[in-house]
């Protein structure tokens, strides 16, 4: 990304340059991110129009969520951008698979409610991967491995467990306790509730 003195920025200044608007940066995040995000979007069904719009979106949701309360980035910035933009378009499918429309008539939704559901479906999902690393590291592989939709067979057989009952237990015990790690937290009442 951008370079001062030989030094990479940190997230805090990309979402700093956000705010203030720096348009040096902000090209520089286009240029850097745009392209992996273009190129998800056309893959899964979108084109180079929406492509732009999720992309615009996902740099005022983070500048807005910045700009009222200022959060820190784990990890690089292009990832965790990367992952707004997808959420933003997972959802975005999500909603055009559920609406109905009629030969001229679609209901348009308010802008600012769309942007604060975005907003708040992204702190859900990082409260999720924090507290997914709270767990054991065999519950996190075994989890990662159930998301992605794996059959308790092939779970069976990658942990060389006894049988697709023990894979089931283990399952059921490792969402459990990440349930509980979860609901503990005290954002989580403050998250739900919204």
Same mark, same amino acid.
């Given at each position: 990304?951008?370079?001062?003195?030989?030094?990479?920025?940190?997230?805090?200044?990309?979402?700093?340059?956000?705010?203030?608007?720096?348009?040096?940066?902000?090209?520089?995040?286009?240029?850097?991110?745009?392209?992996?995000?273009?190129?998800?979007?056309?893959?899964?069904?979108?084109?180079?129009?929406?492509?732009?719009?999720?992309?615009?979106?996902?740099?005022?949701?983070?500048?807005?969520?910045?700009?009222?309360?200022?959060?820190?980035?784990?990890?690089?910035?292009?990832?965790?951008?990367?992952? %707004?933009? /997808?959420?933003?378009?997972?959802?975005?499918?999500?909603?055009?698979?559920?609406?109905? $429309? !009629? +030969?001229?008539? *679609?209901?348009?939704?308010?802008?600012?409610?769309?942007?604060?559901?975005?907003?708040?479906?992204?702190?859900?999902?990082?409260?999720?991967?924090?507290?997914?690393?709270?767990?054991?590291?065999?519950?996190?592989?075994?989890?990662?491995?159930?998301?992605?939709?794996?059959?308790?067979?092939?779970?069976?057989?990658?942990?060389?467990?006894?049988?697709?009952? %023990?894979? /089931?237990?283990?399952?059921?015990?490792?969402?459990?306790?990440?349930?509980?790690?979860? $609901? !503990? +937290?005290?954002? *989580?009442?403050?998250?739900?509730?919204?």
């Amino acid at each position: 990304m951008v370079e001062r003195k030989n030094e990479v920025l940190k997230s805090s200044e990309y979402l700093e340059a956000l705010v203030a608007n720096d348009s040096i940066i902000i090209r520089e995040i286009y240029d850097r991110i745009f392209p992996s995000v273009q190129s998800y979007i056309i893959k899964n069904g979108g084109s180079q129009e929406i492509a732009e719009d999720v992309f615009q979106k996902g740099l005022i949701q983070l500048m807005i969520r910045y700009r009222n309360e200022p959060f820190t980035i784990n990890g690089s910035f292009k990832a965790y951008f990367f992952t %707004v933009c /997808r959420n933003i378009w997972r959802r975005e499918l999500k909603n055009s698979k559920t609406k109905v $429309t !009629k +030969d001229t008539f *679609f209901e348009l939704q308010n802008e600012e409610h769309e942007l604060a559901l975005l907003a708040l479906e992204q702190e859900r999902w990082e409260l999720f991967n924090e507290k997914l690393e709270q767990i054991s590291e065999n519950c996190r592989q075994v989890l990662s491995l159930y998301f992605k939709k794996k059959s308790y067979l092939e779970i069976k057989n990658i942990f060389n467990y006894n049988s697709e009952s %023990v894979v /089931r237990q283990r399952v059921f015990k490792c969402k459990n306790k990440l349930i509980e790690i979860i $609901t !503990k +937290d005290p954002r *989580f009442k403050d998250l739900k509730e919204l």
